[in-house]
């Protein structure tokens, strides 16, 4: 993989018009070169797919927007946004929220770590040495995460410690690998499914720490729906139905 690898961002956005440009703005500032944004937005009322396209006006060749009219869920969003960046040639994908939870200065780290080892994916975790989850989260939110991870690694063995980590930075032969396309789980299932094909298809799993912060505009989209979803999916991936 050269040092001028195409590095492809794939932000799913919903109603996310005060964080992209924000967002943008703190890519932008990590020169790092080959690195592009792609927004996938699922038809926000707010107006965010305007703002996206403005960006992409300002800049053509760092800023792609993927405009879709269901909205149907994060995992939907990702997959599209992932299979457009790999069929634009994209040697890196990197899935990040628009949300600002996620840390943009850890991207080459991630980088970095993928070209130099021979981990298919990068996780950035909240729960590897030197991580950590954002301070405004109360014990039950705390105590709901961890649970969460225990209660997938402990049914699908994945041995990643944090399973339901949404930041990643994937290899594209390993997106190939796991047939992303073909992936129907949401929400968090969508993060473990995804992990779960990787371990199966014997590819390697790295983390590096990050700390995560509570989103600062807009709200949370965490449904009951996405709940029960997450925990089903460790059991249906178990059993083979994926």
């Known amino acids: 993989m050269g040092e001028l690898s195409k590095i492809v961002v794939v932000v799913p956005t919903y109603n996310e018009r005060e964080n992209l440009p924000v967002l943008a703005g703190l890519l932008s500032d990590l020169n790092l070169p080959g690195l592009e944004l792609l927004v996938v937005d699922d038809n926000s009322p707010d107006g965010t797919g305007d703002v996206a396209d403005e960006l992409a006006k300002e800049s ?21 946004g992932i299979t457009r960046a790999l069929d634009e040639g994209a040697d890196i994908v990197i899935q990040m929220d628009a949300d600002l939870s996620h840390p943009a200065s850890v991207i080459p780290t991630m980088v970095e770590t993928l070209r130099t080892t021979d981990a298919g994916v990068v996780i950035g975790s909240r729960y590897v040495p030197g991580g950590s989850a954002a301070a405004e989260w109360g014990w039950h939110r705390r105590a709901l995460s961890a649970f969460a991870n225990f209660y997938v690694n402990a049914i699908l063995r994945l041995h990643v410690k944090d399973a339901t980590a949404g930041f990643k930075a994937w290899k594209a032969d390993t997106l190939r690998w796991i047939d992303v396309a073909s992936i129907e789980s949401n929400g968090y299932s969508f993060q473990v499914e995804m992990n779960y094909r990787t371990v199966k298809r014997g590819s390697k799993i790295a983390e590096v720490p990050i700390h995560f912060e509570e989103r600062t505009e807009g709200v949370s989209k965490m449904s009951l729906k996405v709940q029960l979803e997450s925990a089903l999916m460790p059991w249906k991936l178990l059993f083979g139905r994926s």
């Open 60 to 80: 053509p060749e760092k800023v792609g927007v993927l405009h879709r009219t269901a909205k149907d869920g994060l995992g939907r969003a990702y997959v599209a």
